[in-house]
T-cell receptor, first 113, second 114 residues
Framework: DAGVIQSPRHEVTEMGQEVTLRCKPI?????LFWYRQTMMRGLELLIY????????DSGMPEDRFSAKMPNASFSTLKIQPSEPRDSAVYFC???????????FGPGTRLLVL | KNQVEQSPQSLIILEGKNCTLQ??????????LRWYKQDTGRGPVSLTI?????NTKSNGRYTATLDADTKQSSLHITASQLSDSASYIC?????????????FGTGTRLKVLA
């Protein structure tokens, strides 16, 4: 198995631009998580999907952030408009069941200028 | 508030030496405690997992211990190697049915020098 796949790996954009991050979870995994990691705050859960349905989006910072999971093999995290404080590494993780070990993707390093 | 605190924040050791990383948590009750290793530029990878009833778990040169009474866990690395240079993250899962909200520590950055 290829593991969790994320794209792009790096993204540099200007403030106000739209950013779309993509994730392909491990096949057969029913739970998908989007995290944001910064030096100051560590890993923070943004949103959790189970069987393609958003269960908890309370971690999404603002209305500028949105996430979708149209099918079991694909999810997107969108930031519109982006701001410099959104600069961070964004991880996607998947697991078969919520309490099982999460498998993380390589992350997308986002820099908003 | 459920919290996971790790110490030290960073650590530098010489190759071949042992080291111990600490994790104190206030999450209670909890289901399990994990240690993850995160190499630079990569996502975290699970090293060990212990349920609340276990007090030690090994994975090669990595040994995790858990003291549920004092709410402390440690990760001991034996005979360190250059490839052990990474961040180590302690993660606690609250014991709530179907919970998905893992509580992450901010990690310990380990640097192993030749």
């Amino acid at each position: 198995d290829a593991g969790v796949i994320q794209s792009p790996r790096h993204e540099v954009t200007e403030m106000g631009q739209e950013v779309t991050l993509r994730c392909k979870p491990i096949s057969g995994h029913n739970s998908l998580f989007w995290y944001r990691q910064t030096m100051m705050r560590g890993l923070e859960l943004l949103i959790y999907f189970n069987n393609n349905v958003p269960i908890d989006d309370s971690g999404m910072p603002e209305d500028r952030f949105s996430a979708k999971m149209p099918n079991a093999s694909f999810s997107t995290l969108k930031i519109q408009p982006s701001e410099p404080r959104d600069s961070a590494v964004y991880f996607c993780a998947s697991t078969r069941q919520p309490q099982e070990t999460q498998y993380f993707g390589p992350g997308t390093r986002l820099l908003v200028l | 508030k459920n919290q996971v605190e790790q110490s030290p924040q960073s650590l530098i050791i010489l190759e071949g030496k042992n080291c111990t990383l600490q994790c104190n948590y206030t999450v209670s009750p909890f289901s399990n405690l994990r240690w993850y290793k995160q190499d630079t530029g990569r996502g975290p990878v699970s090293l060990t997992i212990m349920t609340f009833s276990e007090n030690t778990k090994s994975n090669g040169r990595y040994t995790a211990t858990l003291d549920a009474d004092t709410k402390q866990s440690s990760l001991h690395i034996t005979a360190s190697q250059l490839s052990d240079s990474a961040s180590y993250i302690c993660v606690v899962s609250p014991r709530t049915s179907g919970t998905y909200k893992y509580i992450f520590g901010t990690g310990t950055r380990l640097k192993v020098l030749a």
